[in-house]
């Protein structure tokens, strides 16, 4: 069975810095990709960053510069380092893989960024 469990979430001022963690089960990071997904109250879901099995990333232009998606083999998980953080990153943080012709999704994390 898949699972995907995010964590690292947490209230930071503006200008802080977090790292989420992406622990996944089921499938191996190696070999499948892996997206970063938020959504922010009122807002669609909207892709953060991706990380292939072949270790390509990209970003959203709105995080571009600030965050980075690398991933630990041996752990099986997916980080996002969120840095110089903005009120508007403050958002439910997801990660995501395809498996099949569908998705998983992990539950999410709770980022908020105070002013």
């Known amino acids: ?18 790292r989420l963690s992406c ?7 190696s070999i499948n990709a892996i997206s970063w997904y938020r959504q922010a109250p009122g807002k669609q879901r ?4 991706p990380i292939t099995s072949g270790g390509s990333t990209s970003y959203a232009n709105s995080v571009k510069g600030r965050f980075t ?3 630990d083999n041996a752990k099986n998980t997916v980080y996002l ?8 990153d ?14 998983y999704w992990g539950r999410g994390t709770q ?4 002013s």
């Open 1 to 18: 069975q898949v699972q995907l469990v995010e964590s690292g979430g947490g209230l930071v001022q503006a200008g802080g810095s977090l």
């Open 23 to 29: 622990v996944a089960s089921g499938i191996g990071v």
């Open 46 to 49: 909207e892709l953060v960053a």
């Open 69 to 71: 998606i690398s991933r």
């Open 81 to 88: 380092q969120m840095n110089s953080l903005k009120p508007e």
């Open 90 to 103: 403050t958002a439910v943080y997801y990660c995501r893989t395809p498996y099949g012709v569908g998705f």
């Open 111 to 114: 980022v908020t960024v105070s």
